[in-house]
């Protein structure tokens, strides 16, 4: 019924969905149960939600200048050869010949569509010929099809059976009545919410760790070890854990003590001292985190004197970026895979670089420690100061700060939400704790994980839309500083390194890349070049 349903909105109006003449109006109040006394039965009130999803999706595509066309038409032509069998016209157009519903087919053509285009891609897009190999291309091929299998299956067993079970058997309510049996016999106050709180968390957390070590120790030492990514140590994987469990308890248990205790006696307005306290909270994490948190994970030495590190304070000082100190952190003992950011919110900030992201790992050519395949590999200058050109636009244009507003109001919104809901008794009894217990967090779990499930997930596909115009963005200010070029080069090796598959399913990526592809990158490129011209380059250069 709700295919039908479909069917009909598409062919009242197959280019947009959400406009309707008169006449089509009048059709659709009849064919769609938005009244009478058909909509109070329990499936007319789950096809018009669904149908509602359904409609605001679409919505949300379409004002992301994506209009619902054949899919294959969003793509360069170099990619259409590619995946000329992967997307059908019926998709978009027709009615599917399985009766399955709408929101099956939307799934099955998100995870289905990115899974085939890797299966059916076979060869070099025009763009990277020059390039990238077959055999690169290829080795590509494999790893993402690898990690698409990966992440279907971490999905089904955590998203959809671990998770359903979870409910089905009360498991929060059975880790809260462990939580107060422990704290009795700790000689913990077992009435006191905060002190059972602080258990029922430190418990949860243990627990969370064992239900996703399996996926680790897969994901590490059997996916990424089978494509030469891997370089941790069964030691150093071991210590790395038991490091990250400790850290994150030490930080967690005070906060969430904290959390509760200003709900106590916060009183009606507790949500706007809670969201001004985790507020406070998050800044100062972000503040010591590269200081004093990621040291104890990672070793970081300064960058060597050289040219390279008087081209990046040249950089920093044309755009008067405030920096203070350059690092080198050894990324490659966890892994292969490269990256540079920068730290830091107020005075002077740091630039961190990743020793793969550099030739030789910035080291000399006979230094020891490389081994063969370390040697000649990573960006040459111009192309690490091309990214760092790119990372400095995130923060000259505002990136860092504008998400951080963007974070606090959703701090306060979920706070406010949850202000108003958590006194509500069905929740937790939903949950299978008895009539009339209403511990504080798991009021919190329930309402952000549960009830707030459809607001976070639009949030999250608008966070992404943001993002990815960022990355654009950021791409331009590089551009204008006269890096188009070199950025382009260095987009294309890192892919190259880390193995990157080039060829996407628009929908896939769109949904869940918070970075252009690419091939999107270079083309956008492209675009600046040919509409601005090449910009100068900084007086350093």
Same mark, same amino acid.
């Given at each position: 019924?709700?295919?039908?349903?479909?069917?009909?909105? =598409?062919?009242?109006?197959?280019?947009?969905?959400?406009?309707?003449?008169?006449?089509?109006?009048?059709?659709?109040?009849?064919?769609?149960?938005? @009244?009478?006394?058909?909509?109070?039965?329990?499936?007319?009130?789950?096809? =018009?939600? &669904? !149908?509602? #999803?359904?409609?605001?999706?679409?919505?949300?595509?379409?004002?992301?200048?994506?209009?619902? #066309?054949?899919? =294959?038409?969003?793509?360069?032509?170099?990619?259409?050869?590619?995946?000329?069998?992967?997307?059908?016209?019926?998709?978009?157009?027709?009615?599917?010949?399985? %009766?399955?519903?709408?929101?099956?087919?939307?799934?099955?053509?998100?995870?289905?569509?990115?899974?085939?285009?890797?299966?059916?891609?076979?060869?070099?897009?025009?763009?990277?010929?020059?390039?990238?190999?077959?055999?690169?291309?290829?080795?590509? &091929?494999?790893?993402?099809?690898?990690?698409?299998?990966?992440?279907?299956?971490?999905?089904?067993?955590?998203?959809?059976?671990?998770?359903?079970?979870?409910?089905?058997?009360?498991?929060?309510?059975?880790?809260?009545?462990?939580?107060?049996?422990?704290?009795?016999?700790?000689?913990?106050?077992?009435?006191?919410?905060?002190?059972?709180?602080?258990?029922? *968390?430190?418990?949860?957390? $243990?627990? @969370?760790?064992?239900?996703?070590?399996?996926? +680790?120790?897969?994901?590490?030492?059997?996916?990424?070890?089978?494509?030469?990514?891997?370089?941790?140590?069964?030691?150093?994987?071991?210590?790395?854990?038991?490091?990250?469990?400790?850290?994150?308890?030490?930080?967690?248990?005070?906060?969430?003590?904290?959390?509760?205790?200003?709900?106590?006696?916060?009183?009606?307005?507790?949500? #706007?001292? !809670?969201?001004?306290?985790?507020?406070?909270?998050?800044?100062?994490?972000?503040?010591?985190?590269?200081?004093?948190?990621?040291?104890?994970?990672?070793?970081? &030495?300064?960058?060597?004197? @050289?040219? !390279?590190?008087?081209?990046?304070?040249?950089?920093?000082?044309?755009?008067?970026?405030?920096?203070?100190?350059?690092?080198?952190?050894? @990324?490659?003992?966890?892994?292969?895979?490269?990256?540079?950011?920068?730290?830091?919110?107020?005075?002077?900030?740091?630039?961190?670089?990743?020793?793969?992201?550099?030739?030789?790992?910035?080291?000399?050519?006979?230094?020891?420690?490389?081994?063969?395949?370390?040697? %000649?590999?990573?960006?040459?200058?111009?192309?690490?100061?091309?990214?760092?050109?790119?990372?400095?636009?995130?923060? +000259?244009?505002?990136?860092? !700060?504008?998400?951080?507003?963007?974070?606090?109001?959703?701090?306060?919104?979920?706070?406010?939400?949850?202000?108003?809901?958590?006194?509500?008794?069905?929740?937790?009894?939903?949950?299978?704790?008895?009539?009339?217990?209403?511990?504080?967090?798991?009021?919190?779990?329930?309402?952000?994980?549960?009830?707030? *499930?459809?607001?976070?997930?639009?949030?999250?596909?608008?966070?992404?839309?943001?993002?990815? =115009?960022?990355?654009?963005?950021?791409?331009?200010?590089?551009? +204008?500083?006269?890096?188009?070029?070199?950025?382009?080069?260095?987009?294309?090796?890192?892919?190259?390194?880390?193995?990157?598959?080039?060829?996407?399913?628009?929908?896939?990526?769109?949904?869940?890349?918070?970075?252009?592809?690419?091939?999107?990158?270079?083309?956008?490129?492209? $675009?600046?070049?040919?509409?601005?011209?090449?910009?100068?380059?900084?007086?350093?250069?």
């Amino acid at each position: 019924e709700l295919q039908n349903q479909v069917d009909f909105l =598409r062919s009242a109006h197959p280019s947009g969905l959400l406009t309707l003449d008169a006449s089509q109006q009048e059709s659709l109040d009849t064919k769609l149960p938005f @009244g009478g006394e058909d909509c109070k039965s329990p499936e007319q009130l789950i096809i =018009r939600f &669904r !149908l509602f #999803i359904f409609l605001i999706r679409a919505h949300i595509v379409n004002a992301h200048s994506v209009p619902l #066309i054949d899919p =294959r038409e969003r793509l360069p032509v170099s990619q259409q050869q590619h995946i000329a069998d992967t997307l059908e016209r019926k998709i978009c157009y027709q009615r599917p010949q399985t %009766s399955k519903d709408a929101s099956t087919n939307l799934y099955e053509h998100i995870m289905g569509s990115s899974i085939r285009v890797y299966k059916t891609s076979k060869s070099v897009p025009k763009e990277l010929q020059h390039v990238m190999n077959a055999e690169t291309f290829e080795k590509a &091929r494999v790893y993402g099809l690898d990690k698409a299998y990966y992440e279907v299956v971490k999905m089904v067993l955590c998203d959809i059976v671990i998770l359903q079970m979870e409910l089905y058997s009360g498991f929060m309510a059975i880790v809260w009545t462990r939580s107060v049996q422990l704290s009795e016999s700790m000689g913990l106050n077992p009435k006191s919410e905060i002190q059972v709180g602080c258990l029922f *968390a430190l418990l949860l957390n $243990v627990i @969370g760790v064992l239900k996703a070590m399996p996926f +680790k120790i897969y994901g590490t030492f059997v996916l990424e070890e089978r494509h030469g990514f891997n370089k941790q140590t069964s030691g150093f994987f071991v210590k790395d854990q038991i490091k990250a469990l400790l850290v994150s308890q030490a930080l967690t248990i005070p906060v969430v003590a904290a959390f509760m205790y200003i709900v106590q006696i916060g009183g009606e307005y507790f949500f #706007i001292w !809670l969201w001004a306290f985790v507020a406070l909270v998050s800044l100062v994490l972000i503040t010591i985190y590269p200081v004093y948190i990621a040291p104890i994970f990672d070793k970081f &030495r300064p960058l060597e004197d @050289g040219e !390279l590190k008087r081209s990046i304070h040249a950089l920093a000082n044309s755009v008067k970026f405030p920096l203070g100190q350059l690092f080198v952190v050894e @990324g490659s003992k966890r892994s292969a895979h490269s990256n540079a950011y920068f730290t830091g919110l107020f005075g002077v900030k740091r630039i961190v670089l990743f020793d793969t992201l550099l030739v030789n790992k910035g080291l000399q050519e006979d230094d020891p420690s490389l081994t063969e395949s370390d040697k %000649s590999k990573g960006c040459k200058n111009e192309e690490v100061l091309a990214v760092l050109a790119h990372e400095l636009g995130h923060w +000259k244009l505002g990136h860092v !700060l504008k998400n951080i507003v963007i974070m606090q109001v959703q701090m306060f919104l979920i706070f406010f939400a949850f202000s108003q809901l958590f006194t509500y008794g069905p929740l937790y009894e939903a949950i299978g704790l008895p009539a009339g217990e209403k511990p504080i967090l798991i009021g919190l779990m329930v309402i952000m994980m549960y009830v707030l *499930a459809p607001y976070n997930t639009v949030i999250s596909f608008a966070m992404t839309v943001l993002s990815r =115009r960022f990355e654009y963005q950021a791409d331009e200010f590089a551009q +204008k500083l006269g890096y188009a070029d070199e950025l382009g080069n260095a987009l294309i090796k890192l892919q190259l390194d880390n193995l990157g598959f080039p060829v996407y399913d628009w929908m896939y990526s769109a949904w869940n890349h918070s970075h252009p592809t690419v091939l999107q990158r270079l083309e956008r490129l492209k $675009v600046y070049r040919k509409d601005k011209g090449q910009g100068q380059k900084t007086k350093s250069q």
